[in-house]
């Protein structure tokens, strides 16, 4: 695992590598979740929301970025992931505690 993102040093906005292959035989929520944790270092990430729940998405281009720092102490951020499939598009939502 990579070394953890330091809370500090992420911005609002800004865009997050994920890595598409990450648990390939797992459901699109926990890949989602999966992505984030790689990106982050972290060892666990949250599902916050996703829309919409199709299992059998199979999204051939994904992209993220930070959409919000919770600035109450608890380090966490929050990284909205947009997927995309020919002409299908889902959103995720995952909450990460950063260090």
């Not at 994920?18 to 949250?46: F, I, P």
């Not at 999204?59 to 959409?67: I, L, N, W, Y």
């Not at 959103?91 to 505690?97: D, I, N």
């Amino acid at each position: 695992m990579k070394a953890a993102i330091r809370f500090t040093d992420v911005l609002l906005g800004q865009p997050v590598e994920l890595d598409e292959r990450a648990d390939s035989g797992a459901s699109l929520a926990e890949r989602a979740c999966s992505m984030v944790r790689q990106w982050s270092g972290a060892a666990t990430a949250s599902l916050v929301s996703m829309h919409p729940q199709d299992e059998r998405f199979a999204p051939d281009r994904v992209a993220g970025r930070v959409m919000a720092r919770h600035l109450d102490g608890s380090n966490r951020a929050d990284v909205e992931i947009l997927m995309r499939a020919q002409d299908r598009c889902a959103r995720a939502v995952v909450r990460v505690a950063l260090g």
